[in-house]
Structure formats: structure tokens, C-alpha cells
């Protein structure tokens, strides 16, 4: 009997699959981005990234939004998007 699983959730081998540019953080492979609901998730959860991938992460994650048709709400990815 297969199991059901949330959609904003990979296995081990499936995140295994994606290509460091599906992650919002590639160099180390965290948040991953590969549809609209792990965009959602990201975002919900970039409050946890570390602070030094936060710029990155958040400009990955409004690409992906865009791709993706969602829109990202937080005031604070919009910031720290416009971040070097």
C-alpha cells in the first residue's frame, strides 16, 4: 500500500534527483523549489534560512514564484530580495 504524502514534501531520492539549481539555497541543496508548492513552503519557511543565504534564497524563490504563477506575499523575501 502506498502511502500518501503531503505534495510540498520529497523523499530522500527524489531530492536527490533535482539539480542544485532546483534548490533555493544550490550549495547546499536546501529549500527546494521543483513546483509552486515548495515555493510556498520556502517562503514559509524562509524565516529559518541562515542569514548569509537569506538574499539568495529569496531572489530563488521569487524566480521560481514567477515560473510557477505564484504570488509570494512576505514584505520580508521583497526585502531581502533587493539585498546584494
Known amino acids: 500500500m502506498k502511502t500518501h504524502r503531503q505534495p510540498d514534501r520529497l ?3 527524489e531530492k536527490h534527483e533535482l539539480p542544485d539549481s532546483a534548490f ?3 550549495e547546499t541543496r536546501e529549500f527546494p523549489l521543483p ?3 515548495h515555493v ?3 517562503e514559509a519557511y524562509f524565516r529559518y534560512a541562515p542569514e548569509r543565504y537569506k538574499a539568495e534564497l529569496a531572489r530563488n ?3 521560481k514564484a514567477q515560473q ?3 504570488h509570494v506575499q ?3 523575501i521583497l526585502e531581502w530580495a533587493g539585498k546584494k
Do not use: K, Y
Request: no cysteine.
Open 11 to 13: 523523499d530522500a531520492a
Open 24 to 26: 533555493g539555497i544550490p
Open 35 to 37: 513546483d509552486a508548492a
Open 40 to 42: 510556498r513552503a520556502a
Open 61 to 63: 524563490i521569487l524566480d
Open 68 to 70: 510557477f504563477g505564484v
Open 74 to 76: 512576505s514584505s520580508t
